[in-house]
Nanobody, 123 residues
């Protein structure tokens, strides 16, 4: 299984970025994917999650109303649209995947991880 995250960069506060995570090697559709982020000196934290079958999703309270998670089944790619970015959104963003029908928000529950993409928001 491989997850390839991309789309990070430097943006001013109030701006937007879209992250992508291309996945290969997962079989069937009974799995879910998620975005986590980790800022320097802080623990990795949950950002958003989505079930591959059905598409139900969830967001962390800190990003609700600003971030949107989505997927393109045909392209086997997950997206994170980030709008109205804040300085505190600065972090390395990781995509992750796990098999199972119950969505999880704890990093330890995810089996597969991408390499991370840096998002830097200037104030």
């Amino acid at each position: 299984v491989q997850l390839q995250a991309s789309g990070g960069g430097l943006v001013q506060a109030g701006g937007s970025l879209r992250l992508s995570c291309a996945v290969s090697g997962l079989t069937g559709s009974n799995y879910q994917m998620a975005w986590f982020r980790q800022a320097p000196g802080k623990e990795r934290e949950f950002v958003a999650k989505i079930k591959w079958s059905g598409g139900s999703s969830g967001l962390a309270d800190s990003v609700k109303g600003r971030f949107t998670i989505s997927k393109d089944t045909a392209k086997k790619t997950m997206y994170l649209q980030m709008d109205r970015l804040k300085f505190e959104d600065t972090a390395v963003y990781y995509c992750a995947a796990r098999y199972g029908s119950i969505t999880r928000s704890y990093a330890g529950d995810y089996t597969y991880w991408g390499q991370g993409t840096q998002v830097t928001v200037s104030s």
